[in-house]
């Protein structure tokens, strides 16, 4: 898969959608009476024993570091935020195979029902795993807490850098006991598309997690999550170390 759209034209989507974001948190912060701005900045480093993405796989044998920063604004049920999220392998492997992730997003929250929506750039710039160079990605997600489970739905459509112009479909569901919590999540490619290496649509993705938060003033947890691709019949176990630190 070949990146066809010029790399200006995608820093011009995602520095459109970052200016908008910036806009509206300074008009919403010049309204304010308070002199500081309720920004929340969250630090992430985690560690993958292996890098399962949407039913493909990274590497598998492959050690993991994930970092990311994220930078939220929120006024009355609405946030904007944005993510800045990094893979390196650090062991085995292919020794290039990094890759970094810009998102911009926007999400409210009404009652028990969350909604949002956002853009993802994947730069991947030795077309390690799943594409060349970048795709962009459009995103939207609502989910319900409600019920005896959490639930929610994504959407997510590439608007260049793939062919395919790929759809995936992701519901999934969890809850949460004490330091405890189960999820399950699906994913659904909604037509052919070389991303997923399917030619119609398709279920290409079933990961049962369990996870537990380790008390203390950091937010650490620890999960083991199995990735499955009845697609391609790809069977992965992996566990993820998570540490993050919010700065207010």
Not at 45 to 55: D, L
Not at 133 to 149: D, Q, R
Request: charged content about 10%; hydrophobic content about 40%; aromatic content about 10%.
């Amino acid at each position: 898969m070949t990146c066809k759209m010029p790399i200006a034209r995608y820093w011009c989507v995602v520095a459109v959608c970052v200016l908008v974001s910036v806009a509206g948190t300074v008009t919403v912060a010049a309204e304010e009476e308070s002199s500081s701005l309720p920004v929340d900045i969250v630090i992430d480093a985690t560690y993958a024993s292996a890098y399962y993405w949407r039913g493909a796989s990274a590497g598998a044998g492959t050690s993991f570091m994930q970092p990311s920063a994220d930078v939220s604004y929120a006024a009355g049920p609405v946030t904007v935020g944005a993510n800045v999220w990094y893979s390196q392998g650090i062991e085995g492997g292919d020794a290039d195979n990094s890759e970094i992730d810009y998102t911009v997003s926007l999400g409210a929250s009404l009652g028990v029902v969350d909604i949002s929506a956002g853009v993802i750039d994947y730069v991947i710039p030795n077309s390690f795993p799943f594409a060349d160079g970048h795709v962009l990605e459009a995103n939207a997600s609502i989910g319900i807490s409600a019920l005896p489970f959490d639930n929610a739905i994504a959407f997510y459509m590439n608007l260049a850098g793939d062919d395919d112009s790929s759809m995936y479909l992701a519901p999934s569901l969890g809850t949460t006991y004490k330091n405890l919590g189960i999820g399950l999540t699906a994913g659904l490619a909604l037509g052919e598309s070389a991303l997923y290496g399917t030619e119609g649509a398709a279920l290409v993705d079933i990961t049962p997690s369990i996870s537990y938060s380790i008390p203390g003033d950091a937010e650490t947890s620890v999960s083991f999550n199995i990735g499955y691709n009845p697609n391609t019949d790809l069977k992965m176990s992996y566990i993820t170390i998570g540490t993050s630190f919010s700065i207010d």
